[in-house]
C-alpha cells in the first residue's frame, strides 16, 4: 500500500510502501534478474523474503517503468541500477519499505520504528551535545531520528569506516514530527554541510539527505 510519495525541491522522489500485500502480489510484478536470484537466495525466513519483494516492487514504483530493472551493489554495498544513470538508496522495516531516487545527486534515506529499546544503545550514536536537547516526552523518537538521519548520511557518504559519533555530527533540533535540520560529515578530505529532513508515518520515522 503507498503510504507517501514526494518529489522534493532538488528533484528527489520518495515512495514509502506498507507491506500488506503477499509474496505472489510482489512476484507477479517483478521480472529478476540473475543477481536478484542470487540476492534472493541468501534469505531463509519467508518474511525477510517478503521485505525483499516488497523493495524490489518498491523499486519499479519509484522509477515507474515496466522495462527490467538491473539492480546491483558497489564494492560498500551501495544499491545502483545499471541501465539507469541514476542515484538510489533504500531503506526498510518489518512493516514498511523506502525508496529515494535522483537524477543528478547522491542521496540516502533510512526508515526506523520508534521502540523504546534505542535508549539501550543511544551511547553508541549519539555525542554529548546531541544528548543536551533531547525531552523526555519525545525521548524515543528523538533519539529515532538521530540515529535515521546518520544512517541516512552513511548510506549517502556509501564507504565503510563512518563512525556516528566521530564523523557525523547534528544540530540540535526540537522534535515535531517532521521538519529538517543540519549535519555535518567530516573525515579526512571529506567535509560536508548537510541538511536532513524528518518525517513521522504512523510509528515510524523516515530521513533523507541529497548531496547538493
Not at 549519539?126 to 523526555?136: L, Q, V
Not at 556516528?164 to 567535509?191: D, M, Q, R, T, V
Amino acid at each position: 500500500m503507498l503510504l507517501y510519495n514526494k518529489e522534493t525541491e532538488f528533484h528527489s522522489r520518495i515512495i514509502v510502501n506498507k507491506i500488506t500485500e503477499s509474496a505472489a502480489f510482489y512476484l507477479s510484478n517483478l521480472q529478476l534478474t540473475e543477481f536478484d536470484k542470487t540476492e534472493l537466495s541468501k534469505y531463509v525466513v519467508e518474511k525477510r523474503k517478503l521485505q525483499w519483494y516488497a523493495s524490489r516492487y518498491t523499486i519499479r514504483l519509484l522509477l515507474n517503468q515496466d522495462e527490467i530493472i538491473h539492480l546491483n551493489k558497489d564494492e560498500f554495498g551501495r544499491p545502483f541500477i545499471l541501465n539507469h544513470d541514476i542515484h538510489i538508496s533504500l531503506s526498510h522495516t518489518n512493516s514498511m519499505v523506502v525508496a529515494i531516487s535522483n537524477n543528478m545527486y547522491k542521496v540516502g534515506v533510512d526508515l526506523e520504528q520508534i521502540r523504546d529499546k534505542v535508549k539501550r544503545i543511544a551511547h553508541k550514536f549519539t555525542t554529548e551535545k546531541e544528548c543536551k536537547y533531547i525531552t523526555i516526552e519525545n525521548e524515543n523518537a528523538t533519539l529515532i531520528t538521530i540515529w535515521s538521519a546518520k544512517e541516512s548520511i552513511y548510506k549517502m557518504y556509501s564507504q565503510k569506516q563512518l563512525d556516528f559519533k566521530e564523523h557525523i555530527l547534528l544540530e540540535p533540533f526540537e522534535y515535531k514530527g517532521s521538519g529538517s535540520f543540519k549535519a555535518w560529515l567530516s573525515k579526512e578530505n571529506l567535509h560536508k554541510e548537510l541538511t536532513v529532513h524528518y518525517v513521522t508515518l504512523d510509528d515510524h520515522v523516515l530521513t533523507y539527505v541529497e548531496d547538493l
